[in-house]
């Protein structure tokens, strides 16, 4: 069975001294959150998540969940832990006081997804979805709903879903047709059929509520014609409880890949009562308010299992011997190939774990830094980050987890080891919330686009002051500079062909995605390179100085392959005819 120990030494190396989060108690509103108070919070996480919610990874995957009779049945303990995390405060933690959060920083909350998807990423979901529906109301909802819905939603007392996809709207929401008729009294009757729910149905809480996207009667066709609406499963009685049960119901669950111990439902909605939420046909712009955040959520999903990967593969192959290495030594992590392989995921979990969290650092900013300026700013690297932390992380969740099956070698094959349920719990992370394919696209169409590219070059101002010079740390330093500049030309033929050949920059979205990412990577080693030397702890900062050339040598030095693959005009690929395939 796979461990998870929390990994708090990297997490507050991270937080402390590569980011120095610290900062954010010099903004009003996060006053309290002092490195102390972060540090003890994360601790405090860990233990719970340690001791009550990791050791029913395996069950709830072996188990999973059932349907019967329109009811689900999540696994066992599922529903115990539930309520044990959401009593100890840990849904809330980020949201405004006003609704019953605690108001603390969104990186704290973050620092916790992290710790909770490597324990078990199917029971993260419950609070994470919830989290999206509370997100959406809170950015649209008028102050009747917000009042009604968000208090319960914000402590976790009730769970909360995503309603958007339908069997023929998946990446193109424009096809939904769900529509919602007015009843005449404020609210309306929503008709139609939704898949792929996570947390659809379920008696883990009091209330589910579902925030849908659907169609008035007389809106335009296509994307410019939805509207969002806030469905209960049971109605509120004028007092604000629970009443009767509303017109949605679960028709099945599905059977999955991974995931095992989330509900995914197709749910049926039969005249259920809704009310709008926003204004008509502003749906989308009321799902992008908080797609960033659903997003970034999902790529914490993904260093949750990079970190879960790695620290099993290490740890197994401290332990496994096998063969005698060139220098002797017996156990497997003495073998070239398997360092190679154990340095890899060192580099790619510890290097996204800076963007990640840098990118909540930045959300916090955006939100609640009193300068305006340095609240436009941070926007600006939340925006151009989201899509680099959805896909990179959750790609390399994936990659990591296929990894660790390597280190474990036949072992990893085997069930009860418990290494095979990373790879096959990860693949939807590069599905869902916008697959990786829509991510590369929102990064090369949008978000190289917005404010005439000044997003791409915040980042290469930031890395090329960050990497003048080159000694001690030339060896990360330099090739930084020359990845930098690769991708600088890049962004320069990407702008001009998506206006010229959008096929060519959409060829080479995804590619550009991992070169960006890589390049990204590297600047927070060359940072945490630095903050590791200036510390007293020895073996850390060899550590970190081994991983650092590891990564300066090995993967910096993709990006310029991938650049000039990117570079290639894709015309006559395009030109295939789909029968000669
Ligand atoms: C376990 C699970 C849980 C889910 N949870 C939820 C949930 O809670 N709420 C919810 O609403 N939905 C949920 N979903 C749905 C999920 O968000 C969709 O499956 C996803 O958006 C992709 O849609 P699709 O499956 O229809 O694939 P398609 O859209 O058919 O995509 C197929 C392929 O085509 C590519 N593609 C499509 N359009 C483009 C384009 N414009 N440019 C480039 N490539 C493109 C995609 O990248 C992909 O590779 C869930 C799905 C699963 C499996």
Redesign the pocket.
Known sequence: MASYKAPLREIQFVLNDVLNAGQLAAVPAFAEATPDTLNALVGEAAKLIEEEIAPLNASGDQQGCTWADGEVRVPDGAAQAYKLYWQAGWVGLAHPTEFGGQGLPYLLSKVVEEMLCSANVAFALYPG?TTGCFEAILASGSDQIKQQYLPKLATGEWTG?????EPQA???LAAVKTRAVPNGDGSYALEGG?I???SGEHTMADNIIHFVLARLPDSPPGIKGLSTFVVPKYLLRPDGGIGERNGVRCVSI?H?MG?HG?C?CSLQFEGARGWMVGQPNTGIQNMFVMMNMSRIMVGYQGLGLCELATQNAIAYAKDRKQGRAFNGGEQIIEHPDVRRMLLTMKAVTEGARVLAYETAMYVDLAHAHPDAAVRDEAQDWVELNTPLVKAFCTDSAFDLGSLAVQVYGGHGFIREHGIEQIVRDAK?LC?????N??QA?DLVRRKLMLHNGRLAQRFFAKVRSESTGDAPLGFIAKPLREAVDELEATVHWLQQSFKTSPEDA?FGAVDFLRAFSLTYLGYNWLRMAKAASAGTDETFRRAKLTTTQFFAARMLSQVAPLCRGVRNPAGELMKLEAEAF
Do not use: A
């Open positions: 979805l879903t995503m309603c958007l996809t998946g990446s193109d939704k792929f729910i996570t599905e999955k995931i989330s995914t939807i599905l869902y919330e916008g697959t394919g829509i696209m959409g």
